[in-house]
């Protein structure tokens, strides 16, 4: 499977936006997805995973409320919404797949797309 995340953009504070991940190859189907960011220099931050059809979803203690994980199986994509975004919240945002149950370590994830850039700015 391959995935690519879009949707990335810049946005004032309180803003909102809504990332996409598209996987090509084998359906979105057989992987969960998690969510992830990471700013340069620092590691990367786990954000939320949904399992395989939506079923269960969870999410880091510093993005709960504000961020939303679905996704759409016919269409082979899984979106993170995201408001009340902050200078805090800019980063590359990455998508990945796990053909299991998914978690939060990005070890679980053998699948990662390429990212996408989120500014936010005050």
């Known amino acids: 499977v391959q995935l690519q995340a879009s949707g990335g953009g810049s946005v004032q504070d309180g803003g909102s936006l809504r990332l996409s991940c598209l996987s090509s190859?084998?359906?979105?189907?057989?992987?969960?997805v998690g969510w992830f960011r990471q700013v340069q220099g620092k590691e990367r931050e786990f954000l939320g995973y949904?399992?395989?059809?939506?079923?269960?979803?969870y999410y880091a203690d510093s993005v709960q409320g504000r961020f939303t994980i679905s996704r759409d199986n016919d269409k082979n994509t899984a979106y993170l919404q995201m408001v009340n975004l902050t200078p805090e919240d800019t980063a590359v945002y990455y998508c990945a797949g796990d053909p299991k149950s998914g978690g939060d370590r990005a070890e679980y994830y053998p699948f990662w797309g390429q990212g996408t850039q989120v500014t936010v700015s005050s």
């Open positions: 949904i399992s395989w059809n939506g079923g269960r979803t």
């Open positions: 190859g084998r359906g979105l189907s057989y992987y969960a």
